[in-house]
């Protein structure tokens, strides 16, 4: 079998999976799964991007998702204007002296004299003085803030603009993020990177978490604007009542398609275009001195490549396509919930999607979103109904049957193991691996 008629006959089935789901469950379910399988494939390219490309392993994904569901409100929520007045301005003055801070310890580790140990006390010294100005200025503000009806608002709010824009700002946010952090990190060897990063990741969520005054923390920001319609507006329009009653459904129902079909249609240019252009990426010289770093980082650096600036630039990029991704999930979700965000537990979830799909293949990083997310979400009822199977035999007051029925949804993690090792048995690297040439 061709490498291409393979590849077909794998979405092939993977699209016969999701009508399975919309023949089966109901087409709403299987929509809402092909919106998350698009998100996914999205995030995993970016995942990809980091580790296909350069073998930068990063442990911090949900860290920059969580940056992305971020600029979903910063972006789109209407403002504020009593908390503005409460202590708006101060805030913002609070955390530009913070930067500045930051912005003068580098300043004075570059260019002050002496040993790296001077430098260090003298950076350590200013950094210090600048978190001291900045609670003194950011504190007042914002207790002043988070005092304004908390249970409604309590935070700044956004700018009020369309939602589509904060899916560029996710990826600036987390871009922006990512260069800080690999600033600091990309010198540490892979296993060091991991750590610092899945610690970041921890840090970043940590302050959203409790940072009321900027997205609410852990009382979540509810009703984001939405890019499509609201189900509500199309079941009050002729033409979705008209089409209701020639195929039957109910005006809810077929309403809910809509929408997902919607938001189906905005994932698919993105991922259309993310794609389009890692390939682009992938296939340039840049790309192929990528691999060359990859492979042997000793050799490239011998040729002259500044192996620590290209990580980097491969670090920024991937991170930026991750918060892209992080923000078209709270759009989808239409709230933005920090607590949701646990880096040990999803962080390895988009890893097995590389990992299944092939790393280093931008078809199969797509491939591995799909399969993972689906099964992810599938396990439960399909592991329902085999335990049912099973334990038809036993009485129905059973109370290992009880047992086992209650306890399906924990068939969820034992399905990812199967999987996984199942492509690692059968295909060690991956469903559609990476090319040789």
Same mark, same amino acid.
């Given at each position: 079998?061709?490498?291409?008629?393979?590849?077909?006959?794998?979405?092939?089935?993977?699209?016969?999976?999701?009508?399975?789901?919309?023949?089966?469950?109901?087409?709403?379910?299987?929509?809402?799964?092909?919106?998350?399988?698009?998100? %996914?494939?999205?995030?995993?390219?970016?995942?990809?991007?980091?580790?296909?490309?350069?073998?930068?392993?990063?442990?911090?994904?949900?860290?920059?998702?969580?940056?992305?569901?971020?600029?979903?409100?910063?972006?789109?929520?209407?403002?504020?204007?009593? +908390?503005?007045?409460?202590?708006?301005?101060? +805030?913002?003055?609070?955390?530009?002296?913070?930067?500045?801070?930051?912005?003068?310890?580098?300043?004075?580790?570059?260019?002050?004299?002496?040993?790296?140990?001077?430098?260090?006390?003298? +950076?350590?010294?200013?950094?210090?003085?600048?978190?001291?100005?900045?609670?003194?200025?950011?504190?007042?503000?914002?207790?002043?803030?988070?005092?304004?009806?908390?249970?409604?608002?309590?935070?700044?709010?956004?700018?009020?603009?369309?939602?589509?824009?904060?899916?560029?700002?996710?990826?600036?946010?987390?871009?922006?993020?990512?260069?800080?952090?690999?600033?600091?990190?990309?010198?540490?060897?892979?296993?060091?990177?991991?750590?610092?990063?899945?610690?970041?990741?921890?840090?970043?969520?940590?302050?959203?978490?409790?940072?009321?005054?900027?997205?609410?923390?852990?009382?979540?920001?509810?009703?984001?604007?939405?890019?499509?319609?609201?189900?509500?507006?199309?079941?009050?329009?002729?033409?979705?009542?008209?089409?209701?009653?020639?195929?039957?459904?109910?005006?809810?129902?077929?309403?809910?398609?809509?929408?997902?079909?919607?938001?189906?249609?905005?994932?698919?240019?993105?991922?259309?275009?993310?794609?389009?252009?890692?390939?682009?990426?992938?296939?340039?010289?840049?790309?192929?001195?990528?691999?060359?770093?990859?492979?042997?980082?000793?050799?490239?650096?011998?040729?002259?490549?500044?192996?620590?600036?290209?990580?980097?630039?491969?670090?920024?990029?991937? %991170?930026?396509?991750?918060?892209?991704?992080?923000?078209?999930?709270?759009?989808?979700?239409?709230?933005?919930?920090?607590?949701?965000?646990?880096?040990?537990?999803?962080?390895?979830?988009?890893?097995?999607?590389?990992?299944?799909?092939?790393?280093?293949?931008?078809?199969?990083?797509?491939?591995?979103?799909?399969?993972?997310?689906?099964?992810?979400?599938?396990?439960?009822?399909?592991?329902?109904?085999?335990?049912?199977?099973?334990?038809?035999?036993?009485?129905?007051?059973?109370?290992?049957?009880?047992?086992?029925?209650?306890?399906?949804?924990?068939?969820?993690?034992?399905?990812?193991?199967?999987?996984?090792?199942?492509?690692?048995?059968?295909?060690?690297?991956?469903?559609?691996?990476?090319?040789?040439?």
């Amino acid at each position: 079998m061709s490498l291409n008629l393979r590849n077909i006959l794998l979405f092939a089935v993977m699209g016969a999976l999701l009508i399975a789901v919309g023949v089966i469950q109901s087409a709403n379910v299987a929509l809402a799964i092909l919106n998350l399988c698009l998100i %996914s494939a999205i995030m995993t390219l970016g995942v990809n991007i980091q580790w296909g490309y350069a073998g930068l392993f990063n442990a911090g994904v949900m860290g920059f998702a969580a940056l992305g569901g971020l600029a979903a409100v910063v972006v789109s929520f209407p403002p504020v204007p009593e +908390a503005w007045s409460a202590g708006g301005p101060r +805030a913002i003055l609070g955390v530009a002296s913070g930067a500045l801070a930051i912005g003068l310890a580098i300043l004075t580790w570059r260019k002050i004299p002496g040993s790296r140990r001077t430098r260090g006390w003298a +950076a350590a010294a200013v950094t210090l003085a600048g978190i001291i100005l900045m609670r003194f200025i950011l504190d007042p503000a914002v207790e002043a803030i988070e005092a304004v009806e908390p249970a409604k608002t309590g935070f700044l709010g956004g700018l009020g603009l369309p939602i589509v824009i904060s899916w560029i700002a996710g990826g600036a946010f987390a871009a922006l993020a990512a260069w800080g952090i690999g600033k600091i990190s990309l010198g540490l060897r892979s296993d060091y990177l991991a750590i610092a990063t899945l610690g970041i990741s921890e840090i970043i969520i940590y302050f959203l978490k409790n940072e009321e005054w900027m997205a609410r923390g852990v009382k979540n920001v509810n009703g984001l604007p939405r890019p499509v319609s609201y189900e509500i507006d199309l079941q009050q329009t002729v033409w979705v009542q008209e089409l209701a009653a020639t195929f039957g459904f109910s005006l809810v129902e077929l309403s809910s398609i809509i929408v997902k079909l919607s938001y189906a249609g905005l994932f698919i240019v993105v991922l259309v275009i993310v794609f389009w252009l890692s390939e682009k990426a992938l296939k340039s010289p840049w790309g192929r001195m990528m691999r060359a770093i990859r492979d042997n980082e000793v050799a490239a650096s011998a040729m002259g490549k500044d192996v620590t600036w290209r990580h980097l630039q491969v670090f920024v990029l991937g %991170s930026a396509v991750i918060g892209l991704a992080g923000a078209m999930l709270t759009t989808l979700d239409g709230i933005f919930t920090p607590a949701s965000y646990q880096p040990l537990r999803f962080t390895f979830l988009v890893w097995v999607m590389v990992i299944v799909g092939g790393s280093g293949n931008n078809l199969g990083s797509i491939l591995g979103g799909f399969v993972i997310w689906f099964f992810w979400i599938e396990a439960e009822p399909i592991g329902l109904a085999l335990i049912e199977f099973l334990t038809s035999g036993m009485a129905v007051d059973s109370a290992l049957r009880l047992h086992l029925i209650e306890n399906a949804a924990h068939t969820r993690l034992a399905t990812m193991g199967v999987v996984l090792l199942l492509v690692l048995r059968f295909s060690p690297r991956g469903l559609i691996p990476e090319r040789s040439k």
